[in-house]
T-cell receptor, first 109, second 113 residues
Framework: RKEVEQDPGPFNVPEGATVAFNCTYS??????FFWYRQDCRKEPKLLMS???SGNEDGRFTAQLNRASQYISLLIRDSKLSDSATYLC??????????FGSGTRLSIRP | SAVISQKPSRDICQRGTSLTIQCQVD?????MFWYRQQPGQSLTLIAT?????????ESGFVIDKFPISRPNLTFSTLTVSNMSPEDSSIYLC??????????FGEGSRLTVL
């Protein structure tokens, strides 16, 4: 089992739709969680951290479920500019940083 | 967040040659890392660049093939040695802020003929 797993997609949704995807992690001692966004041929950039209580940033909501060992990202009122690959990043014990393989999202007009 | 300048942004190299990629951060960071990303794949950590000492390599990566230098807290280089077509990839430098956030250089797209 991979340490961090994501559905690779692609998710193809119409503009204005709500889309959500999850990321599961195997190590229950994992400490910190992030979502990064990577546009085609660009470097990854931090989208948002994921806090235990859940957090929201505009149209984006991130949640952590420690019991089931997954994090989620919800995008409301999706825009064409949201098309990208979303990478789940998990910080494990001893500061080990693990990247998921990414979920591709495509928003169509 | 801090900004990383990475160069070259791309290069085409001949088999058997070596290429050095440079990474300059605009502020001091504790941790610096080098990643490789194949097209359509996620990031694979090559090594952690340690200031003033040998880098810490991940399984499958060795110093002879990927020598790394980090003479100070803001600069690091990665050399891809004796290149083969299998080394064609995007190489990314990253730094880590005290918040834990990773920030990346724009990447170096390497093609080996």
């Amino acid at each position: 089992r991979k340490e961090v797993e994501q559905d690779p997609g692609p998710f193809n949704v119409p503009e204005g739709a709500t889309v959500a995807f999850n990321c599961t992690y195997s190590n229950s001692a994992s400490q910190s969680f992030f979502w990064y966004r990577q546009d085609c041929r660009k470097e990854p950039k931090l989208l948002m951290s994921v806090y235990s209580s859940g957090n929201e940033d505009g149209r984006f909501t991130a949640q952590l479920n420690r019991a089931s060992q997954y994090i989620s990202l919800l995008i409301r009122d999706s825009k064409l500019s949201d098309s990208a690959t979303y990478l789940c990043v998990v910080y494990g014990p001893a500061s080990k940083i693990i990247f998921g393989s990414g979920t591709r999202l495509s928003i169509r007009p | 967040s801090a900004v990383i300048s990475q160069k070259p942004s791309r290069d085409i190299c001949q088999r058997g040659t070596s290429l050095t990629i440079q990474c300059q951060v605009d502020s001091q960071v504790t941790m610096m890392f080098w990643y490789r990303q194949q097209p359509g794949q996620s990031l694979t950590l090559i090594a952690t660049a340690n200031q003033g000492s040998e880098a810490t390599y991940e399984s499958g990566f060795v110093i002879d093939k990927f020598p790394i230098s980090r003479p100070n807290l803001t600069f690091s280089t990665l050399t891809v040695s004796n290149m083969s077509p299998e080394d064609s990839s995007i190489y990314l430098c990253s730094g880590q802020e005290s918040t834990g956030e990773l920030f990346f250089g724009e990447g170096s797209r390497l093609t080996v003929l």
